[in-house]
C-alpha cells in the first residue's frame, strides 16, 4: 500500500479538525494534536523506510495514475516525486514537529488561544512536508507560502509583547519579498520553458540553458538565501527566533530554515539545473555566502547576552557549514571531494535539526521556570535544574563538535572535504568553530558557575518538557555512537539520489 | 548609503529583467503559430483535451479544479492559514484579561 | 582518504600557514594597541607606559615584534570586527530589503557574467 | 522593441521595491507588498497571450458555437496560476494588517524606522 498520500492528508485533516477538538475541551485538543503528529511521524518513517530499502523514487500524482498526458512526452498533472533527501527531510520535520508539540503541552499552558497554536503548528508541518515531497514549481511556492505565512503568525504569537510584534513585522515584510522574488523566478522559467513540473524542466533547460534560465536561477538563489538566513540577510533570524515561543523556535532553527532555505536551493540547483549550466559558478556564489554567514553567525553569537539570540545567531553560522558544504558539492560536482562533502551538509542538516532543537527546548525550560533568559542573570543554574544543564552540556557539546556526538562527524566531513577542496576555506570554517566554542563555552560558565539570587527557588520543569528533551538526548547520543555507518548507509546513498539528475527525470518521464 | 546600494541593486536587477523581457534575448510576446507550439505545449494540450477529459467548457475552472487541483487545496490551506493566524494575533491580550 | 603522497599536501598547507602567519605579526604590528617602533633603537612599548621602558620580560625581544603585539593585534582587531557586526544590525527594516536586493543583485551579477 | 506590457509589470515591481527603501509607513509598505504581486500577476497573465495572423484570441471557454473554435484561445495555466497567487497575496495581506493594528498598540505609531528595539 502507498501510503505516502497520507504525509499530507493526516496533518491536513488534523489542522482542519483543530479547532474542532478544541471544542470538546482541552484535553481533547491536547490528545488530538499529539496524535495527529504521532500518526504523521508514523507515516514519515514509513516512507523513508521504503524509500531508502528501495533506493527507488517514489512518484505519485495526483488524480490519475500516469503525469503525463494523453498521447504526448510531458506530464500535464501536479505530482510528487520524494528521493531519499526528501524522505530524510520528511522523517525529521515530523520527529522535531512531534516533540515540539509534547513539549509545548506544558510550555503553552498558560497562554491563550490555543487551539489556533495548535492549528498553526500543524499547519507549519504540512508546509514543510508539502515542500519536500512536491516535484512541481508552483506547487512549491505555495507549500512555501504555507510555511512562511505559518511561522509569520506564530512568531508574533505572543501579541502582548512587542519583540514578537516587531520580530514578526520584519520577517513578515521581508520574507514576502522573498517570496515575491522566488514566484518571479517561477514565472520566467515558466515564460520560457511552458512548464513547471521540476523533471520536465530539467530535461528543457538541458536542452537549451538560456539567459532567462540564468535570470530566474538568481531570483531563486536571492530568495532561498533569504529564507536559509544567509548573510548577508540573516537579520530577520536573529531577531524572528529568540522573539517566537521556545517551541516554536525549535522548529523554525531546526526546521524552517533548512526546509524552506537550504532544501529548496538544493533541489533547484540539484535536480533542475544540474550540469546544463556552469555548475563551478553557482557552486562558488554559495561558497563565498556560506563563508560569510559562518564567520558573521559564529562571532555574533559570542557577544550576546540573550540566551535565545545567542542560539539563534548559532544557528546562522551552523547554516554556513551546511551553505559551505553544498557549496563545495556544487563546485566539485562529480568528484570525490564533492560527494563527501554533500554527505557532510545532508549530515549536518540533520544534526543540527536535533542540536537545535534541543537547545531551544532547553533554552525554553529556562524561561519557563526562571522568567529571564539574560545571561547575565541565570549564574550557577546547574544546582538548581541539573537535567536541564545536563540537556545543555550535550547539546552544546554536539553543536561544539566534540568526538563522540553527532556533530563531530558532520563537521569533519565537511573540514576534510574542503580541505581538500581549497585550504583557505578550512581554515575558514576552523576559525568559524572557534568563535562558536567561545560562545557556548560562555553559557556553560554561566550555567554552571556561582548560584545568583534568581536561580535561587528555581525547579526542573514538568515531565511533558523533560521527555522531548531526554528523548532528543538519547538520539544526539545514539547518532553519535555510529556516524560513520550512518553516513555510508544513509548519507552516501542520499547523495547518490540527489547528483542523479537523469535518474529524477526518467522517473517522471518514463525514459523518454 | 546601504539604501544607496541598494537602489543601485533596484535598478540592476530592473535592467536583467528588461533585457529578459527583450524579444531578441529572452521571453516573448503574444506568441502565435510555431511559437506557441514550441513553448506553451502544455496550455495547448489543455485546450485541446481540457473538455473531454474533464468535462468543464471552462479550460481555466478544468485547470483550477482537475489537473492542478491540489494547489487549490494548498490555497484553500493558506486560506485557513492566514485565517488562523489573523485571529491569533488580534486576541486579546493575555495582560488584559487577569 | 589520504594517501601517501598526499604528505606533500600539508607541506603545502604549512607554507600557506606560514604566509598568513607572517602577514597576521605584520598587520598586528601595525594595529596593536598603541605599539610601534621609534627612531633606531626600535624599542616597543605599549601607550600609556613609559616610552623608554621595554615591556616586562620581553627585553631580549627588543627590535622584534612580539607575541604581546599579535595578541593585542587579535583582540583589538576582533573586538573592532564585532563592533561592525553590531553596528550593522540595526534594525531598521529599510536596511534588511536593501540586503535582500543587494544579494540578489550580486548573485545575478554573477550568474550573468560566468553562468 | 520591449512589449509594453513586460514593461509595465516590471515597473510595477519596481514601484514597489521603491516604496520599500524610501517609505516608512507600514501601511505604504502594506500597500507596496500587494503592487509587486500585481507585478508579478501581470508578468503572468501577459505570458498567457496569444497572437496568430493578427486575430485577436479569446479566453479558454468552450460556449458551444463550433464557429468559435477557430478562434485561438490564450493560455489558460497563467489564469490558473494567478487565481491561487491572488489568494495568497490577500492571506499576506490580511496577516500584516494584523500585524501593524498589534505594532501600532505597541509603539503608537505606524513608522517602521520607531519599531527598531531589536538590534545588535
Known sequence: ?512 | MKRTLGALSLLFILGVLLIVAHPNYGLKFGLGGKDWQAYRYTDQYYIEHGVEEVGGTNIVTDIVFDYRGYDTIGEATVLFTAIAGAVALLRPWRREEE | MFGYWDALYFIYVLVIGMLIAHMLSRWAEKVSMGTRRSGDGTKIFISGEDEEKVIPQFEHFRGYVTGRHTMWGLIRGIHRMFLIFRREHNGLLTDYVAYLLITTAVVLGALVIWG | MIPFQFITAFLLIFMGLYAFLYKRNLIKLILALDIIDSGIHLLLISLGYRLEDGTLPTAPIYTGYETLKGTPMVGPIPQALVLTSIVIGVCILALAMALTVNAYRHYGSLDINKLRRLRG
Open chain 1, 1 to 512: 500500500m502507498n501510503v505516502l498520500p497520507f504525509l499530507i492528508i493526516v496533518p491536513l485533516m488534523g489542522a482542519f479538525s483543530m479547532p474542532l477538538s478544541s471544542l470538546l475541551g482541552e484535553k481533547a485538543r491536547s490528545a488530538w494534536a499529539v496524535l495527529v503528529s504521532a500518526l504523521t511521524l508514523a507515516v514519515a518513517s514509513k516512507v523513508f523506510y521504503d524509500v531508502w530499502s528501495t533506493k527507488q523514487l517514489l512518484v505519485y500524482t495526483l488524480g490519475d495514475t500516469t503525469p503525463l498526458g494523453k498521447g504526448v512526452g510531458f506530464p500535464i498533472r501536479i505530482l510528487w516525486e520524494v528521493d531519499l533527501f526528501g524522505a530524510l527531510l520528511a522523517l525529521i520535520v515530523a520527529f522535531v514537529a512531534f516533540m515540539a508539540i509534547i513539549y509545548s503541552l506544558e510550555y503553552m499552558k498558560h497562554d491563550t488561544g490555543l487551539e489556533k497554536y495548535y492549528t498553526l503548528i500543524t499547519v507549519l508541518e504540512l508546509g514543510m512536508l508539502g515542500i519536500v515531497i512536491t516535484g512541481d514549481l508552483f506547487n512549491f511556492y505555495v507549500f512555501l507560502e504555507i510555511m512562511s505565512i505559518a511561522s509569520y503568525a506564530l512568531v508574533a504569537f505572543r501579541n502582548d509583547t512587542w519583540e514578537g510584534i516587531e520580530a514578526g513585522i520584519k520577517y513578515m515584510f521581508v520574507g514576502s519579498l522573498a517570496s515575491s522574488f522566488i514566484l518571479l523566478g517561477i514565472a520566467l522559467l515558466y515564460g520560457q520553458y511552458g512548464t513547471l513540473t521540476m523533471s520536465y524542466l530539467a530535461v528543457k533547460i538541458g536542452q537549451n540553458p538560456t539567459f532567462v534560465g540564468k535570470a530566474a536561477l538568481g531570483f531563486f538563489i536571492g530568495g532561498l538565501l533569504f529564507k536559509s538566513g544567509a548573510v548577508p540577510v540573516h537579520m530577520w533570524l536573529a531577531d524572528a527566533h529568540p522573539a517566537a515561543p521556545s517551541s516554536i523556535s525549535a522548529m523554525l532553527s531546526g526546521l524552517v530554515i533548512k526546509v524552506g532555505g537550504i532544501y529548496a536551493l538544493t533541489r533547484i540547483a540539484f535536480s533542475i539545473y544540474g550540469t546544463s549550466i556552469n555548475i563551478k559558478t553557482v557552486g562558488w556564489i554559495i561558497i563565498l555566502f556560506g563563508c560569510a554567514t559562518l564567520i558573521v553567525g559564529n562571532a555574533m553569537a559570542v557577544i550576546q547576552t540573550d540566551m535565545k539570540r545567542l542560539f539563534a545567531f548559532s544557528s546562522v553560522g551552523q547554516i554556513g557549514y551546511i551553505l559551505l558544504g553544498i557549496g563545495i558539492g556544487l563546485a566539485a560536482y562529480g568528484t570525490k571531494v564533492g560527494d563527501i562533502a554533500l554527505a557532510g551538509a545532508v549530515y549536518h542538516i540533520v544534526n543540527h535539526a536535533l542540536m537545535k532543537a534541543l537547545l531551544f527546548l532547553v533554552a525554553g525550560a529556562v524561561l519557563h521556570q526562571i522568567g529571564t533568559k539574560n545571561l547575565n542573570e541565570l549564574s550557577g543554574l546547574a544546582k538548581r535544574m541539573p537535567f536541564t544543564s545536563f540537556a545543555f552540556l550535550i547539546g552544546a557539546a554536539a553543536i561544539i563538535g566534540l568526538p563522540p556526538l553527532n556533530g563531530f562527524a558532520s563537521k569533519w566531513l565537511i573540514y576534510e572535504s574542503s580541505a581538500l577542496f581549497n585550504p583557505f576555506l578550512a581554515a575558514v570554517a576552523v576559525i568559524g568553530t572557534a568563535f562558536c566554542t567561545a560562545a557556548y563555552i560562555r553559557v556553560l560558565f554561566t550555567f554552571f558557575g556561582r548560584p545568583s539570587e534568581v536561580v535561587d527557588n528555581a525547579e526542573e520543569p514538568g515531565k511533558a518538557m523533560m521527555l522531548p528533551m531526554l528523548v532528543l538526548i538519547v538520539a544526539i547520543i545514539l547518532m553519535g555512537l555510529f556516524p560513520w555507518q550512518i553516513n555510508d548507509k544513509i548519507m552516501l546513498p542520499t547523495v547518490d539520489m540527489l547528483k542523479d539528475q537523469l535518474h529524477y527525470v526518467a522517473a517522471v518521464i518514463g525514459g523518454a
